[in-house]
């Protein structure tokens, strides 16, 4: 079975940084396309980044955009997504995904990790 597990979330003030990690179980999925996608209460979950097999290219919502990178190191089999200059509207539980099957959709998913941004 794939595990994905997300790491680094946290409290944060409205304006402030965090970086999440994702550690992937085998190789062979971070040597996929990979993404981030979140879901706030009452809310559809929703699209964030998505990052191509080598890293080369990257895709982003416009909501995130200019304010987080994703990155991948395969040499770790660990994915990344850097925040910066966070809002409120960024709190949500992000969730690492490999194997994309559309840009937005994907095979497997970690159990997220929950973002605060307090105003």
């Known amino acids: 079975q794939v595990q994905l597990v997300e790491s680094g979330g946290g409290l944060v003030q409205a304006g402030g940084s965090l970086r999440l990690s994702c550690a992937a179980s085998?190789?062979?999925?971070?040597?996929?396309?990979m993404g981030w996608l979140r879901q706030a209460p009452g809310k559809e979950r929703e699209f964030v980044a998505s990052i191509s097999t080598s890293g080369s290219r990257t895709f982003y919502a416009d909501s995130v955009k200019g304010r987080f990178t994703i990155s991948r190191d395969n040499t770790k089999n660990t994915l990344y997504l850097q925040m910066t200059s966070l809002k409120p509207e960024d709190t949500a539980v992000y969730y690492c995904?490999?194997?994309?099957?559309?840009?937005?959709?994907?095979?497997?998913w970690g159990q997220g990790t929950q973002v605060t941004v307090s105003s």
């Open positions: 995904a490999a194997e994309p099957t559309t840009l937005y959709t994907y095979n497997y």
């Open positions: 085998a190789r062979t999925f971070t040597s996929t396309g």
